[in-house]
């Protein structure tokens, strides 16, 4: 069991807004990573795009987010599943930060079905 605390060390920015990993892909072996994002109040990540599929769990406050061009709303407790090489945007539209957990897999992972 490994526990990594967001407390631990402070937020960096990178693609546009602030994040901590969490747990980086390939470290142990790993075929996954995952960070902690905050976008700060009428802040966006940057266009981004890569060969990994992708999924943000918002866990606190609201925002757009924008795939492929398509645009929803998003808010606590919306999971966003983002397709390997779509571009994507996240942008917070409201007066308090937009906090979200963001986990990446590469395409070639076998998926089992959630419904057993």
Not at 86 to 98: A, G, M, S
Request: hydrophobic share 40%.
């Amino acid at each position: 069991m490994r526990v990594l605390r967001l407390t631990d060390g402070g937020l960096e920015e990178d693609y546009g807004i602030l994040c901590k990993a969490l747990f980086p892909k390939d470290e142990d072996g790993a075929t996954f990573g995952f960070v902690w994002a905050e976008v700060p109040p009428g802040g966006a990540s940057n266009p981004d795009a890569h060969p990994e599929h992708e999924a943000f769990v918002i866990a606190a406050g609201s925002g757009t987010i924008t795939v492929d061009g398509t645009a929803t709303h998003v808010s606590r407790g919306d999971a966003v599943f983002i397709p390997a090489g779509t571009e994507h945007v996240i942008r917070n539209t409201e007066q308090t930060p937009l906090s979200f957990v963001a986990i990446w897999w590469d395409e070639s992972v076998d998926r089992e079905p959630l419904d057993g």
